[in-house]
């Protein structure tokens, strides 16, 4: 595999091999050695996945390491992905404009001939759009995950069972986009893998702690509130001290604090 090209041998036995296939972007590591390609297709592009032997080195490591943030507490959220308890705030993705084209091409769809070859181009289509949203929303995690771990050395998350919320029907769409157990997933083997590179200082920890009762506990006296906060309410106006905040802030400094 060379610059913007990748080599793929035959299998039939003969020793040709296909022409070379132009890539997206280069390699990361030139002089690895690559131990597996995988080729897959959806809609009507190819993507290849490449297995690389990397030596665990800070040479061969292209990205930064900070991680100097401290402990940091996080709260979920579907208005806000995240809200963390020093402040920072990280907006949820708007696919509104990619979800209005996805339903264009569900319609299309629907009104061709299934076997016919209008079918076989509209169903490209609509796999296209949906690829795409997938895309975006990788993406989007990566970006985030990358940010945490780059700037904070513990990590406290909330436990949530996702299956469960998405039982909230008016809310199971946003819930399913936000997609919290990927975002979980990749922050612990994101931690991990940033562990394998650093060289003195503290590693990069990942906590999952228990969300029971974060909103309703004021942050400040910790006390729990009698009336229970309904998901409307986004401001916390403690009761016994009147301390009043922004409810997923509130979560996020119990979460740091449990």
Known sequence: ?????????????????????????????????????TISRNGDKYYAS???????????????????????????????????SDGTIIPSQDFTKIDKLIKKRQRQLSRKVKGSKNYDKAKIKLNYKTQKKLNMRNDYLHKVTNFLVRNYTHIKIEDLKASNMV????????????????????????????????????????ELVSPFNTTQICSKCG????????????????????????????????????
């Open 167 to 206: 039982k909230n029907h008016s809310l199971a769409r946003r819930i399913v986009d936000a997609s919290f157990y990927k975002f979980k997933v990749m922050l612990i083997y994101k931690a991990e893998h940033a562990n394998k590179f650093r060289q003195g200082g503290n590693a990069v920890t990942v």
């Open 223 to 258: 006390k729990k509130q009698s009336h229970k906060l309904t998901l409307s309410d986004r401001l916390l106006d403690c009761e016994f001290c009147g301390n009043h905040m922004d409810r997923d802030l509130n979560a996020a400094i119990n979460i740091k604090n449990k």
């Open 1 to 37: 595999m060379v610059s913007h090209e990748l080599k793929i041998p035959r299998c039939s036995g003969k020793g040709k091999s296909l022409p070379k296939i132009k890539t997206a972007e280069n390699p990361r590591w030139r002089q690895a050695k690559i131990k597996q390609v």
């Open 50 to 84: 490449v297995r690389f032997e990397v030596k665990p080195n800070r040479e061969t490591n292209t990205r930064s390491i900070q991680s100097n943030g401290g402990t940091v507490g996080i709260d979920w959220g579907i208005k806000n992905l995240l809200t963390l």
